[in-house]
């Protein structure tokens, strides 16, 4: 059964829609920058009118290396945010992570992982 999904929320303060494709990513998204990104589909909210759906937030060391991985997949928009650290990034993939519902309504499997053991923990559950 298709998970229930979230919209996107203005406060997550990204960059964004754009296209998830290779020319676009190369084109819009820094390389060599740690950030956040989100993964979304366009679909009908359940008053019909159009909306992009966030089923995927991810964080990594390099925002066009990573992205350019997810090409092709079956989500057709993606939105980032650049981060100064890598604990920085931790804590917003966090936020965003339980802004769109969590594993119930993201594909992500799992909740993000710690960079690193003395990392913060997570500001929303405490995990
Ligand atoms: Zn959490």
């Known amino acids: 059964m298709a998970k229930p999904r979230y919209p996107y929320n203005p406060q997550s303060k990204m960059n964004g829609p754009y296209a998830l494709t290779r020319d676009s990513v190369s084109r819009v998204v820094p390389s060599g920058k740690i950030g956040t990104y989100l993964l979304a589909t366009c679909g009908k909210t359940m008053f019909g009118t159009d909306a992009v759906?966030?089923?995927?937030?991810?964080?990594?060391?390099?925002?066009?290396?990573?992205?350019?991985?997810?090409?092709?997949?079956?989500?057709?928009?993606?939105?980032?945010?650049?981060?100064?650290?890598?604990?920085?990034?931790?804590?917003?993939?966090?936020?965003?992570?339980?802004?769109?519902?969590?594993?119930?309504?993201?594909?992500?499997?799992?909740?993000?992982?710690?960079?690193?053991?003395?990392?913060?923990?997570?500001?929303?559950?405490?995990?």
């Open 53 to 127: 759906f966030i089923e995927y937030v991810g964080r990594c060391l390099d925002l066009r290396d990573r992205l350019l991985e997810h090409v092709p997949e079956r989500y057709l928009l993606l939105y980032f945010k650049e981060l100064a650290t890598e604990t920085s990034a931790y804590l917003s993939e966090c936020e965003e992570y339980h802004r769109y519902g969590g594993t119930t309504c993201l594909d992500n499997e799992v909740h993000p992982g710690k960079p690193s053991i003395v990392s913060p923990r997570c500001p929303v559950c405490s995990q």
